[in-house]
């Protein structure tokens, strides 16, 4: 791993205030962003929409050469990385133990960790808890993680290994760290970003690189899917295998004509 740490790339583990109101609070943003063969990949949309999700969230904008330089100077000091993720933490700085944030300034973190390839398919499981689409934070990138963290617990204990959310008036949403597309006579469907999902990167290439529909899906249409897959930073395009209790094919043809276009096209791309 490699950690840079409001300028300064550190050698050590980097130190945070316990009075960081990223800590105390979840006060803060962030971005992940794969690194394939050393190289970053769509540096300039992750840091387009950490802009956004700061700035929706009250935080002063990002300094984005800033970070672009973090970027730099951590890859450069691994470049070796095969596959990993690069993420960067933006938080409301040192504050007092309460909602209300400091004058000191924002913490800025960037740092790099090898990771695994993500496995071809997956499996899904519907959880018991909803994402709010009336949100102060909804469509932001935030770290207040805490119901992602419960509700992929839930999954992982039925044998799944991401869990996917309704909204508060039934429709489906999103994974906990993915977005979700599925196949309804051969017509590739997304939710809207009105659900209350994020704005996924990935979510964004495969619809300007291959097309689909965005609109509102009932959460009980999910089991009507002919096929389903998931889009994230890391997962590129996932086949979904399983979707609680029910088989599917994976990769699906559809699926597996995203999943070409999606390698082809970042592989001409990265840093589209």
Same mark, same amino acid.
């Given at each position: ?6 300028? &300064?790339?550190? +050698? #050590?583990? $980097? /130190? *945070?205030?316990?009075? =960081?109101? @990223?800590?105390?609070? %979840? ?38 050469? &800033?970070?672009? +330089? #973090?970027? $730099? /100077? *951590?890859?450069?000091? =691994?470049? @070796?990385?095969?596959? %990993? ?188």
């Amino acid at each position: 791993m490699r950690i840079w740490l409001n300028g &300064a790339l550190l +050698d #050590g583990a $980097a /130190t *945070v205030s316990p009075l =960081d109101h @990223g800590l105390t609070t %979840g006060d803060g943003v962030f971005e992940t962003i794969k690194i394939e063969n050393g190289r970053p990949f769509a540096v300039r949309r992750h840091l387009e929409r950490l802009v956004r999700s700061a700035v929706g969230l009250g935080l002063p904008t990002p300094d984005v050469a &800033a970070i672009e +330089d #973090g970027i $730099a /100077t *951590v890859v450069a000091a =691994d470049p @070796g990385i095969p596959f %990993g993720r690069l993420r960067i933490t933006y938080t409301g700085g040192v504050s007092p133990l309460s909602s209300d944030r400091g004058t000191d300034g924002p913490t800025v973190l960037v740092a790099t960790q090898e990771i695994k390839r993500p496995s071809a398919t997956s499996a899904i499981v519907t959880v018991p808890w909803v994402r709010n689409e009336r949100s102060a934070v909804a469509g932001l990138k935030t770290t207040s993680y805490a119901e992602n963290v419960r509700a992929l617990a839930y999954a992982k204990d039925r044998g799944g290994s991401e869990a996917i959310f309704a909204n508060t008036v039934g429709q489906l949403c999103e994974g906990t760290g993915s977005n979700i597309f599925c196949v309804y006579d051969g017509e590739l469907v997304t939710p809207t970003l009105a659900s209350g999902a994020l704005a996924g990167v990935t979510r964004a290439l495969v619809l300007e690189w291959f097309g689909g529909t965005e609109r509102d899906v009932p959460l009980e249409q999910l089991s009507e899917a002919e096929e389903i897959f998931l889009t994230s930073t890391t997962r590129d395009i996932q086949a979904i295998h399983r979707a609680d209790d029910r088989t599917l094919p994976a990769p699906g043809t559809l699926t597996a004509q995203v999943a070409k276009i999606f390698a082809e096209r970042s592989a001409e791309h990265p840093n589209p």
